[in-house]
């Protein structure tokens, strides 16, 4: 594995590499990984999916700063550069990107990347320019990498819309793959951000995955006919009665397009007709925590 701290070389090394393959009259599959570290197995399962589906393996480590509001934890935000690096290479990754805020930025950016209407919604309603960052800096990223694949987790879902949507109305000639949720044995989405949880805070994150998990078995029977409206106020009322949870917000919207669904919109597994998201921000202390489920579209639509 080569590890670059700038863009150049990095840039250089990815021409030689296509140059070779194309020289033996071979095509080239490169794959990129974005990510802020601090690695965990929900990132393994990613470079592992990856590296089965490619010939080369980039992974990038950045964390962004123009994702954070200004009260929100960018200094603070969990780095282990060194198991980082153990990680990416234990799962085969070729080439890990490692910028500085400098290299990536090395003046203040007077360019952003904004996608209208995905991000003034969940998360963008109380993270304002958050995903102008996110959007601005994965750009940047593929325009650096050129990937033919660019691999996400679900676990952020309206991040795969918004990036998604991006690349789509960019032209950007990569393939989106979204790749499922990895959780702990006892259903906690795992997170970098995890790790601030105490003890029992942790204990009471689980009520995210148990009452998701729940409101998604209920959904997929064709007997229920639970409506939005109904499955949203017993999510709120089963989160809501965790004393440590502080939420931010529950929703239920369409998937891609991330609009609300309307209250009387029937959710059980015969009645939807479309990808459906269940999506929940929720604080733990000073932890906030982002999870949910995807109900697909009736079969044979």
Do not use: W
């Not at 964390?63 to 153990?86: C, H, M, S, T, W």
């Not at 991040?159 to 990569?174: K, R, S, T």
């Not at 148990?210 to 409101?215: D, E, F, I, V, Y």
């Not at 949203?232 to 009322?237: A, F, G, I, P």
């Amino acid at each position: 594995m080569k590890t670059f701290t700038n863009i150049l070389p990095l840039r250089n090394e990815l021409k030689d590499a296509r140059f070779s393959a194309a020289r033996e009259g071979k095509s080239l599959r490169i794959a990129l990984v974005p990510t802020m570290g601090y690695l965990h197995e929900g990132h393994a399962s990613l470079l592992r999916k990856a590296r089965a589906e490619n010939d080369l393996v980039v992974l990038s480590i950045f964390v962004n700063p123009i994702q954070f509001g200004p009260n929100e934890d960018f200094e603070r935000y969990p780095r282990d550069p060194e198991k980082d690096l153990a990680l990416a290479e234990r799962e085969g990754v070729d080439f890990a990107f490692m910028p500085s805020v400098e290299e990536m930025y090395p003046q203040p950016t007077r360019t952003h990347i904004k996608v209208e209407g995905l991000t003034d919604v969940l998360c963008g309603a109380s993270r304002p320019g958050h995903f102008d960052g996110v959007t601005t800096v994965v750009g940047k990223l593929l325009h650096i990498v050129q990937p033919d694949r660019a691999y996400f987790g679900q676990k952020d879902a309206q991040q795969v819309a918004v990036i998604a949507q991006m690349v789509l109305d960019l032209n950007f000639d990569v393939e989106m793959i979204p790749c499922p949720i990895v959780r702990e044995a006892d259903g906690l989405a795992l997170s970098s951000r995890n790790v601030y949880l105490s003890a029992e805070e942790r204990q009471a994150a689980l009520v995210l995955s148990r009452s998701l998990l729940a409101a998604q078995a209920k959904a997929n029977t064709t007997e229920s006919r639970v409506t939005a409206g109904e499955l949203l106020t017993e999510l709120r009322d089963a989160i809501g009665a965790e004393p440590l949870a502080v939420i931010d917000y529950v929703e239920i919207a369409d998937f891609p397009g991330l609009s609300p669904l309307a209250a009387d919109e029937r959710l059980d597994a015969a009645g939807r007709r479309s990808d459906v998201l269940i999506a929940v921000a929720v604080k733990f202390g000073s932890t906030r925590l982002i999870d949910n489920v995807i109900l697909t579209k009736k079969v044979n639509d």
